[in-house]
């Protein structure tokens, strides 16, 4: 299943100027040097962030979901955007303390789920707060 992100991105276009935070593409040697660092982006990841670097987005001013992007080089101030929010920061973590080497971290939701792109393109749901999976995936 193709992604339409110029549509989805018109879309929250449309919203007032500050209703959420969208970064620009990600530029393909940032996508590169994460590659060589954390293996082959899957391509829908990929696609995602030639049209945009991570977003956060709101809901009547609260907290959605944040999408994760690359750090850009020079990397925005910490007040504009969390040092830590980014795939190659989370994945190798996440890899690491759940032993699940192929999977990419690629957001966070406002009440601190997970959301992680699986080796076989599934997206699932982690429940930071429980540590356990949401009712979506029992394994």
Request: charged letters at 25%.
């Amino acid at each position: 299943m193709a992604v339409e992100w110029v549509k989805i991105l018109s879309s929250l276009r449309q919203y007032p100027t500050k209703a959420h935070r969208i970064l620009g593409p990600c530029s393909e040697d940032r996508i590169a040097t994460v590659e060589k660092e954390l293996g082959t982006i899957p391509v829908p990841i990929k696609e995602m962030l030639r049209h945009f670097n991570g977003a956060h987005l709101f809901v009547d001013a609260s907290p959605f979901i944040s999408i994760l992007g690359i750090t850009p080089v020079p990397p925005l101030p910490e007040l504009e955007w969390a040092p830590d929010w980014h795939l190659e920061v989370f994945t190798p973590y996440w890899r690491k303390t759940r032993n699940r080497p192929l999977d990419w971290i690629i957001a966070i939701g406002g009440f601190g789920e997970l959301m992680i792109y699986e080796e076989n393109g599934e997206i699932i749901e982690w429940d930071s707060d429980s540590g356990q999976w949401t009712k979506r995936r029992q394994t």
